[in-house]
């Protein structure tokens, strides 16, 4: 699918007022200890500079944050995952807030916009970030706590500028939204709806020697604007603790990832986030986000990881990279990369590189052999095609055999040690079941056809196909979560679909040209086939 080229400039400089108004209270974290595990704020974070925040709107309490001054963004935001359906309701609101009280503690517990509030400019900007400070930048408001994760009043309660870092847009709409939406998914499937609670804690690391510059060369002339004032982190995190009254179903786990374009995001246990965040943040004593980690040893814990780890191979179509990556074309890999589900590939040395994995091999030889083994005994859909010799010392590495798609042009996985190949036909196809029922394989990328407006890919014999394109969403017309091993595609039928659970129960999916929204409606609704036929009501 391809992606839009965005002006970040204009989306950042585009702002209107929202009328509405937004609560905190600023000083202890008493009013807001339920969203805290076991009621304990995460721990190490607070210098004498740091100030406590009670996320409050509409007299109630959403989210507890610890807000950095002097660096002008949050170091961390605390919440529980919300309702997971909210229909109707708007992604985006164009106004953020900002909090009177972090200039003058005895100002009303009244967060308001910058219009509405009686502090002057110098006192607003004496201790926080302003909609100013982001304006005319390349960098996003990036939400610590995801409006995505909330609704209604706890939705628009997430747009105040103490709860939002700088973060580069391809980070952040691209790794980090991508991330969130898995996450969102698996949370809600793994734990919230089996009795579970879902506490989270997102942070981001300030950075003293990058703060956030103006775009142009004229600074000096635009509109008295102080500048480098709100810290570009280096890191964003997030740690996940499911709680729940059965031992065996709570689980935690963390991640961290850096905030630039070509970002690293890594999944580790939360007791090495807390000594990563430790040096990070450069503390005089420990961190602990979580108290007791939270059974970040736990078996449920590691099955979510799992689930968590395929969804994300699956959703950005995962390329494995790798110290031969520089060797291959990537337009190759770009058409022929679907897939990896490895059984043999350390853990421990892997990391969601940008929209891949990068795996660490100490020495070439080293490589060759995990490689050799990696191909023979796992199941990867395709990983990496032939080797060009580039330099000297790997003159003597044989070339490794091409890999062929494990999945089907309409979204089956190849089943009965079969893959996509011609296997004595003219045109590419594997097995899909035990019972010998199989279904053609694409040989080129799918993609939509101008004519006839549904996704085709030509099957290897000059014919083509009708196609989906593999793991485009995992979320239902209703709200509900796909299987992990069984995202939104056509499997065979003329409108989009995926199983739900293991007893075969299944449920619609929006067309990927046309994702759920009004169109012109006051109601929800998404065409299910393509082109535009058979819609369906929805819930974003």
Not at 21 to 48: I, Q
Not at 87 to 94: E, L, N, V
Not at 253 to 263: C, L, Q
Not at 281 to 287: E, S
Request: with cysteine.
């Amino acid at each position: 699918m391809s992606h839009r080229t965005m002006d970040w400039l204009m989306l950042l400089g585009c702002v209107s007022l929202w009328p509405g108004m937004v609560l905190a209270e600023v000083g202890s974290f008493t009013d807001c200890n339920e969203y805290f595990y076991r009621d304990a704020e995460p721990r190490g974070f607070a210098t004498a500079d740091t100030a406590e925040i009670c996320q409050r709107y509409s007299n109630l309490y959403h989210f507890a944050t610890l807000y950095d001054r002097p660096q002008r963004i949050p170091r961390w935001s605390a919440y529980t995952l919300g309702d997971p359906n909210c229909p109707g309701q708007a992604q985006k609101r164009s106004q953020w807030f900002v909090e009177p009280q972090l200039a003058h503690p005895d100002e009303s517990p009244e967060m308001t916009t910058e219009a509405e509030s009686t502090l002057s400019l110098d006192e607003r900007r004496s201790s926080q970030a302003i909609n100013e400070d982001y304006e005319d930048t390349s960098y996003d408001r990036g939400h610590l706590n995801p409006n995505a994760f909330q609704c209604n009043d706890n939705h628009i309660a997430t747009f105040t500028l103490t709860n939002a870092v700088p973060m580069n847009p391809d980070f952040n709409r691209v790794h980090w939204s991508k991330l969130e939406k898995t996450l969102k998914a698996q949370l809600s499937g793994s734990c919230r709806n089996v009795g579970g609670k879902p506490y989270l804690v997102t942070g981001a690391v300030p950075r003293d020697t990058e703060k956030i510059p103006i775009e142009g060369e004229d600074k000096e002339g635009d509109r008295n604007r102080p500048y480098n004032r709100v810290s570009v982190p280096s890191h964003v995190w997030t740690a996940v603790c499911c709680d729940h009254g059965d031992n065996n179903r709570k689980f935690s786990f963390a991640f961290i990832g850096e905030n630039k374009e070509a970002s690293g995001l890594q999944i580790i246990p939360v007791e090495q986030l807390n000594t990563e965040l430790s040096r990070l943040y450069k503390t005089p004593g420990p961190v602990e986000v979580f108290a007791d980690d939270c059974g970040s040893e736990s078996q449920k814990g590691q099955e979510v990881l799992s689930a968590m780890k395929k969804a994300l191979y699956n959703t950005f179509q995962i390329l494995l990279t790798d110290p031969y990556s520089q060797l291959v074309k990537r337009s190759k890999l770009d058409r022929e990369t679907k897939m990896m589900t490895s059984q043999t590939l350390d853990q421990k040395k892997m990391q969601l590189m940008g929209l891949g994995f990068r795996v660490g091999i100490s020495r070439l030889a080293d490589g060759h052999s995990q490689f050799e083994k990696t191909y023979e005994q796992d199941n990867l859909a395709p990983a990496v095609a032939r080797l060009a010799r580039a330099a000297e010392a790997l003159d003597r590495v044989c070339p490794f055999k091409e890999l062929n798609f494990g999945v089907t042009a309409t979204g089956w996985s190849c089943v009965k040690e079969t893959r996509c190949e011609c296997q004595g036909y003219a045109y590419s196809w594997c097995y899909t079941s035990d019972r010998n029922d199989w279904d053609y394989c694409c040989t080129e990328e799918c993609t939509v056809n101008p004519e006839s407006e549904v996704y085709e890919c030509s099957r290897g014999d000059g014919s083509i196909t009708k196609c989906s394109p593999y793991g485009y969403s995992m979320q239902t017309i209703s709200g509900k979560v796909c299987r992990s091993d069984h995202p939104c595609g056509l499997y065979g039928k003329r409108y989009f679909w995926c199983y739900t659970d293991d007893e075969k129960n299944w449920d619609y999916c929006c067309s990927p040209q046309h994702r759920c929204g009004k169109h012109g409606y006051n109601y929800q609704w998404c065409y299910i086939r393509d082109p535009e036929k058979s819609w369906q009501y929805c819930a974003l």
